[in-house]
Structures are given as C-alpha cells and as structure tokens.
Antibody, heavy 114, light 107 residues
Framework: VQLVQSGAEVKKPGSSVKVSCKASGGTFNIYTFNWARQAPGQGLEWIGSIIPLLDTPSITQKFEGRVTITADKSTTTAYMEMNSLKSEDTATYFC????????WGQGTLVTVSS | DIQMTQSPSSLSASVGDRVTITCRASQGIGNYLAWYQQRPGKVPKLLIYAASTLQSGVPSRFSGSGSETDFTLTISSLQPEDVATYYCQRFNSVPFTFGPGTKVDLK
C-alpha cells in the first residue's frame, strides 16, 4: 500500500485546510485510515480515524467539532479537514493505514500564520 | 481516556549497547500496543505490533514484550542507524494515543 498526501499549505488563522491521502494497492475499503500530527520538534498526536467500509469516523475529543474525516471509495482517497485554524495547528499532518498503522504517507506541512 | 507514558524521555548509548525503553498505560490495554521508530526528518516506521510481533523487514535486534499496562522495547545491540525517537501507541480503543516518545542517540 502506498499513501500519497497533498502538498504543503499556508493558511491564515481562522481559515480551514483539507489534506488528502491517496491510497494505491491493498483493499481500500477495509483499512483503518488514521490521521496524526506532529508540531515542530514535538511528538506525535493522534487526531482520528475512519474505516471506509463503515464510513463512521472517530475523532479525539480535543478536535471534535473542528475536524472532519472522510473517505472517498471511488477515488481511494481519505481526507482530513480542520477548520478555525490557529497558529498552534502548525504541524506536519500524517495519514497512515492498516490495522497497526503499517503504512504512512509522506506528511503534509500545514503552516498557520497571519 | 487511557494515558500513555514512556521512560526515559531520552538516552545516550554506545554502539553495541543493549537499550531498553518502557511504555506504560494508565489502564490495561491487553496486547494492543505498537512501537514506531522515527528517524530525524523522516516518517514514522512500524517496528513492533501486538506488543511483541516484529514487523516484516525489521532487524531482529528489535524486540517487544509486555501486556496490559507495562511494555518494553529492546534493542539488543544498538547500531548507528538506530538513532531516532521511538513512540509507543495503543490500539485497544479510540483514541489511539501515542506515548510522548524516547529519543535515542549515540554516546
């Protein structure tokens, strides 16, 4: 399975960003797609996940109401959208797939700055 | 939510040393634990899953053990390419919390 994420983004505070994660190989519908982020110099933080077949996302409480996770079975692409961006959301956002996050995308740097 | 802690937060060791990293869960998680290696500037890489199963292609000097609340990642003979930060992550139930990481470098 290969995961290719969308490119780096620069956003203004209060705006939204949508990061994509295109999967190839494997069976898209049954994989768990996880989203995590890593602020500069910091550790990994799990954001949420989705199994395309079930189409029911799980999002950690910290991001509930601000993050939407979706999956498009027709294009084998998972998405993570975050709104009301703040400077503290500046981070590299990773998608991963598999029962144990076996496969990882290359990461997408999102910079939030006025 | 179940919290994950790791110790130590960092360590320095010599090539050939045995290195042990501990991950602790605030409640029992069975064997639903994975370990990742993240080299500087790189994407995390799965090393161990189900607490003790070595991911395909990972050198046998890496091993994992433990269950419920206490887990260990061991590098039997540290190599220069093992300089990295190591994270544990629980998978028993959402949220799939990561530990804070252990940074390993060479003495």
């Amino acid at each position: 399975v290969q995961l290719v994420q969308s490119g780096a983004e620069v956003k203004k505070p209060g705006s939204s960003v949508k990061v994509s994660c295109k999967a190839s190989g494997g069976t898209f519908n049954i994989y768990t797609f996880n989203w995590a982020r890593q602020a500069p110099g910091q550790g990994l933080e799990w954001i949420g996940s989705i199994i395309p077949l079930l189409d029911t996302p799980s999002i950690t409480q910290k991001f509930e109401g601000r993050v939407t996770i979706t999956a498009d079975k027709s294009t084998t692409t998972a998405y993570m959208e975050m709104n009301s961006l703040k400077s503290e959301d500046t981070a590299t956002y990773f998608c991963s797939a598999g029962g144990w996050s076996d496969y990882w995308g290359q990461g997408t740097l999102v910079t939030v700055s006025s | 939510d179940i919290q994950m802690t790791q110790s130590p937060s960092s360590l320095s060791a010599s090539v050939g040393d045995r290195v042990t990293i501990t991950c602790r869960a605030s409640q029992g998680i069975g064997n639903y634990l994975a370990w990742y290696q993240q080299r500087p500037g790189k994407v995390p890489k799965l090393l161990i899953y189900a607490a003790s199963t070595l991911q395909s292609g990972v050198p046998s000097r890496f091993s994992g053990s433990g269950s419920e609340t206490d887990f260990t990642l061991t590098i039997s003979s540290l190599q220069p390419e093992d300089v990295a930060t190591y994270y544990c992550q629980r998978f028993n139930s959402v949220p799939f919390t990561f530990g804070p990481g252990t940074k390993v470098d060479l003495k």
